[in-house]
């Protein structure tokens, strides 16, 4: 497992980062990663504690800017492009921590979705859209949404994406902190986003989980992505099962 091995995919990436350089103080995180992200895929980064997996979804987002190397998205160079501006594009980032508005109504929550947008009249087809996919929403459409479970929120976090329209949707570690059957409720918000075709960048702790709701599974380790392949393929791996998604893993996801 010393070179990387790519997935072979016809279509052309949505996303590509070659060789990204990027850190934070005096040292590298990121020491050379390249990653592709198809259309209407759900990709998954995995990798050891502080290897950097949300240091990418930064780098992409323009929240950290890269030292080297390129970032595009949709053909298009984003390397040095501010947060607004990778918005704009249509990339979405659900950072780790929880973001709703506690005290706002699950229903107000997903109006803020669209806030940016500045044409109201794509804003009802796209709260329509959610409100199919994810029943919640309309089922506790009046609670307040810090009176939901873990698992509620993060699946309204994910809905309200839907009102900028995503190209890109980019999950930070969506199930972190859950229990079982909030982490389930976050895994079915992600096999939803990808039913409909979706494009989603995902990062995982619970490798197992995070894999199985993908089509593609990359390994980030010491900075740089070592492994990409069908994720069936990783989890079928022995070598891949020792080493990332190991006994101690998958004895935390069975809890
Ligand atoms: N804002 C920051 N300032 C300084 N160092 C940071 C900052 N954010 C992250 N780091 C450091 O960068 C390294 C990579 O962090 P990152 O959060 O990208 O890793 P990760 O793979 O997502 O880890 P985890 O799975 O534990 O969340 C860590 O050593 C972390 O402490």
């Not at 976090?157 to 199930?175: F, G, H, V």
Request: hydrophobic share 40%; glycine share 10%; with cysteine.
């Amino acid at each position: 497992m010393t070179a990387p091995e790519t997935a072979e995919h016809n279509s052309p990436p949505l996303l590509s980062l070659s060789d990204v350089v990027a850190g934070y103080g005096a040292g590298d995180i990121l020491k050379g990663v390249s990653l592709k992200v198809r259309q209407g895929q759900v990709t998954c980064l995995i990798g050891p504690n502080g290897a950097g997996k949300s240091t990418v979804l930064k780098c992409v987002s323009g929240l950290l800017r890269p030292r080297a190397g390129s970032v595009s998205f949709g053909g298009k160079d984003i390397t040095s492009a501010s947060p607004r501006a990778t918005l704009a594009l249509g990339l979405v980032h659900v950072p780790q921590d929880r973001s709703l508005f506690p005290h706002m109504t699950v229903w107000d929550n997903l109006l803020m979705g669209g806030y940016s947008t500045r044409d109201h009249s794509v804003i009802r087809p796209r709260i329509e859209e959610a409100a199919d996919l994810f029943p919640i929403l309309g089922q506790r459409r009046h609670a307040h949404a810090g009176s939901l479970s873990g698992g509620e929120q993060k699946q309204v976090e994910i809905a309200r994406t839907l009102l900028l329209n995503p190209r890109l949707i980019m999950l930070d570690e969506p199930s972190i902190g859950l229990d079982p059957k909030s982490r389930r409720l976050v895994f079915d918000a992600i096999g939803t986003l990808a039913a409909s075709g979706r494009t989603v960048l995902l990062v995982e702790q619970n490798a197992r989980s995070g894999l199985a709701a993908s089509q593609v599974g990359a390994v980030l380790e010491s900075g740089m992505v070592r492994l990409v392949r069908a994720a069936s393929a990783l989890l079928a791996d022995p070598e891949v099962a020792r080493l990332y998604l190991g006994a101690h893993a998958q004895a935390i996801e069975a809890k």
